[in-house]
């Protein structure tokens, strides 16, 4: 009777197990059937050209936004047009460290190769294209400031191990106009040059002035506008660049002004207001809002630089500035004559330059335009400094000038207010004394550079680590003793 009673129960437990495995299975086949119509459908959207310039920014952000719930199979619909989105879990090496729905690996060999990635969205890509171009966004960097980046593949992957994503960097500096209780500059606005800085009291030549991350780092084949897919193929990833970025960020890109308002309004707004930078030997544009707000001026008292390491902007007072000036940097380069300046401004910025260079009577503009073909002259009899700083120098290469040239170079330099470029003149000054074995005159004039190139390059700037090398052993530096 126990017996019976039993194998009842056991039997009644096994068709339950079994009604309930039955159960699972249905369920699961169930949501199989629903992401697989969900992808078909988001590909024939995709197919049908909806992310088109025209489409309303909310449907497109929904439609992108929609692909980051899929995986890599689902997603990719079949190419039949010239441009589709298509999400890849493993574009980039490691896991999104921020999804939860992918738990991080407990490998050790894949987090020895590779650490934990920084993106916290799925990139999302053009497929179809000659060059594979994805949208890669941390929105936790810097202290949930975030950044996206519109680059390939392989770009991302060495951006991905920069220390800025894995170390903390205190030494920044907090000055903003938002978020520091004294810094040294109001934002106010300045009749026909729109909003800027003024000093509110005096900075002094060396000054950090501000200090900030970038908030977005575009290819510059992904958003030239003499690019031959542009602007088609790239603006729908343009737009989700930076519709990823958190809210109060996405603010800051919008608050910048745009040269052609009534073209797209992001993409006008990325032309306006980016900074040239290489990564991965390949040129891109980076974005930082707060550095933007500084207005144009051919002779200009600030000078900035980007650390490629930490991607953070600084800025720094290439003069002292005295309260109720306003903190300018310059757009163009320095050392072209008034005419090819205003044209290069005119061309990219829309306005024309009224500094106090280009305001000048037409004596004093025909003066400056000699001495700046005299600058570019004296610098080309020096031969090519940018390979010598480098470190490619080499024992008996041919220089060119001399020390009395060199110092008429730095006169030069000052006669033209070049503060913010002077470094240039230093480190010819430097390089010509070691080269006729003039110690001490060598290491006044790299001392010089030195401190010119930390405002204008960087800690780790070429020049200034050459200069240093030339400071610690003179004789030994690779231009002692080359012939001019």
């Known amino acids: 009777m126990d017996l019976s009673i039993k ?27 629903s992401s697989a119509l969900f992808s078909l459908a988001l590909c024939s959207v995709v197919q049908a050209g909806s992310f088109d310039l025209t489409t309303p920014r909310i449907e497109l952000d929904d439609r992108l936004q929609l692909e980051q719930f899929l995986n890599a199979e689902q997603a990719t619909c079949p190419i039949r047009d010239n441009f589709s989105i298509q999400v890849t879990e493993h574009l980039h090496p490691g896991i999104c460290a921020h999804d939860n729905h992918h738990p991080t690996q407990n490998t050790s060999s894949v987090q020895t190769a590779d650490p934990i990635s920084p993106w916290t969205i799925y990139p999302t890509c053009t497929t179809n294209t000659t060059k594979k171009f994805c949208v890669f966004t941390s929105q936790t960097f810097h202290a949930n400031r975030g950044i996206t980046i519109l680059t390939t593949p392989s770009t991302a992957r060495v951006l991905s191990r920069l220390p800025a994503f894995h170390t903390k960097t205190p030494h920044l500096s907090p000055l903003s106009e938002n978020d520091h209780r004294d810094p040294p500059f109001v934002v106010s606005a300045i009749p026909g040059r729109g909003m ?11 000054d950090l002035i501000k200090s900030h991350p970038a908030i977005a780092i575009f290819h510059n084949d992904a958003v030239t506008k003499g690019h031959a897919l542009y602007p088609t193929h790239y603006a729908p990833l343009m737009h989700l660049a930076i519709n990823q970025l958190p809210p109060p960020t996405r603010s800051l890109f919008l608050a910048m002004a745009a040269h052609n308002v009534t073209e797209e309004p992001y993409i006008e707004r990325i032309y306006t207001n980016t900074f040239g930078e290489d990564f991965n030997n390949q040129e891109h544009s980076i974005v930082i809002p707060e550095t933007a707000r500084l207005n144009h001026d051919c002779r200009p008292n600030a000078m900035y630089y980007f650390d490629p390491r930490t991607l953070v902007h600084y800025t720094h007072a290439a003069r002292r500035i005295y309260a109720g000036e306003e903190i300018t940097i310059t757009y163009v380069d320095p050392l072209q004559t008034r005419l090819k300046r205003r044209a290069a401004i005119k061309r990219s910025w829309g306005f024309e330059c009224s500094c106090s260079l280009c305001s000048q009577g037409v004596q004093f503009v025909r003066e400056s335009n000699r001495r700046i ?26 220089v060119g000038g001399s020390p009395e040239i060199a110092e008429l170079l730095v006169g030069l330099f000052e006669q033209e207010r070049l503060y913010a470029s002077i470094v240039d003149a230093y480190r010819v000054a430097a390089l010509a004394y070691a080269a006729k074995g003039m110690e001490w005159r060598a290491v006044m004039w790299a001392m010089r550079a030195v401190e010119a190139g930390l405002i204008h390059d960087g800690p780790r700037g070429a020049g200034v ?17 080359v012939k001019l």
Not at 196 to 206: D, K, P, V, W, Y
Not at 373 to 398: S, T, Y
Not at 465 to 480: F, N, Y
């Open 7 to 33: 194998m009842g129960t056991t039997w009644l437990w096994s068709l339950m197990h079994s009604f309930h495995l039955v159960i699972h299975v249905l369920h699961y086949h169930l949501v199989m059937l």
């Open 196 to 206: 800027g800085l003024i000093a509110n009291r005096t900075i002094e030549r060396g």
């Open 373 to 398: 073909v005299r600058i570019n002259e004296l610098m080309k009899m020096f031969g090519d400094l940018d390979l010598k700083v480098e470190g490619k120098g080499k024992k008996g290469a041919k």
């Open 465 to 481: 680590l050459d200069m240093k090398r030339l400071l610690t052993a003179p004789r030994e530096h690779w231009s002692w003793g």
